[in-house]
C-alpha cells in the first residue's frame, strides 16, 4: 500500500545501492592505476610502481583523504523507518532512472512516473526515504560521477560539467565547493596524490 512505512528491505536496499556505487568507483580508480601502470613499465618502471602503491592504498583504504570525502548526505541513508515512504522496487527503478540520465535534464514528471506515483506523493515519498529532496540527491549524484570522471579520465573540468549535466565550469564548482567543500581542482589533485603519499608514508 501507498502509505505503509518503509520497511527494513527497502533501506537495506538503499544502503546496498550506495554500497555498490562505491566499490564500483574504487575499482574503476583501481583499473585505470593498474592500466596506466601496464602502459609505462617498460618506459617508466619508477612511474608504474608509483601507480601501483596508489592502486594498494586504494584497495587498502588508505587512500581517503579526511577533507576530500564524498557527498556527505549521500553517505548516510535515513537510520529510522518513516512512513509514506519509497517501496525497494520503486527506489531501485528511480535511482536507475536518475543514474542513466546524469548527462542531461532529470524532470520530476519522469521520475514520479517511473514509479507510479504522483509528482507531488513521489517527492514526500522520496524524501522519507532518502532523507532529502529529489533534486538534492540528483545534484549530489552528479558530483559523485563527476569525482568518478576526474579521478579516471583526463577530462578538463569544464567538459566533466556538461558530462555531468551542469552547464558550465562555474556552476559546477559552486556546487562542488558546496557539497564536498573543496574546489574541483584541489579535490582532483589531492586524491590522485593522496594515495602515493599514504602508500609511502
Known amino acids: 500500500m501507498m502509505g505503509t512505512s518503509i520497511s527494513g528491505a527497502s533501506k537495506g536496499g538503499v544502503l546496498a545501492m550506495e554500497a555498490a556505487a562505491d566499490a564500483g568507483w574504487i575499482a574503476a580508480v583501481v583499473v585505470k592505476l593498474l592500466d596506466d601502470a601496464g602502459d609505462i613499465l617498460d618506459s617508466d618502471r619508477d612511474a608504474a610502481r608509483a601507480c601501483i602503491a596508489r592502486a594498494a592504498a586504494f584497495l587498502r583504504g588508505e587512500a581517503l583523504p579526511e577533507a576530500a570525502a564524498r557527498p556527505r548526505h549521500l553517505d548516510t541513508p535515513p537510520a529510522e523507518t518513516a512512513r509514506g515512504g519509497l517501496a525497494p522496487w520503486q527506489i531501485r527503478r528511480v535511482v536507475s532512472h536518475i543514474d542513466a540520465n546524469l548527462a542531461g535534464t532529470i524532470r520530476m514528471d519522469d521520475c514520479a512516473m517511473v514509479t507510479r506515483l504522483s509528482t507531488r506523493y513521489f517527492s514526500r515519498a522520496f524524501k522519507c526515504s532518502f532523507g532529502m529532496p529529489p533534486h538534492a540527491y540528483i545534484v549530489q549524484r552528479r558530483i559523485q560521477q563527476a569525482q568518478h570522471l576526474m579521478l579516471t579520465t583526463q577530462e578538463p573540468l569544464c567538459q566533466i560539467a556538461l558530462a555531468c549535466g551542469l552547464c558550465d565550469q562555474a556552476h559546477f564548482s559552486k556546487l562542488f565547493r558546496r ?16 594515495p602515493l603519499d599514504a602508500a609511502t608514508a
Do not use: D
Not at 557539497?179 to 593522496?194: C, D, K, M, Y
Open 179 to 194: 557539497i564536498v567543500g573543496l574546489s574541483p581542482s584541489t579535490w582532483r589533485r589531492h586524491w590522485r596524490e593522496a
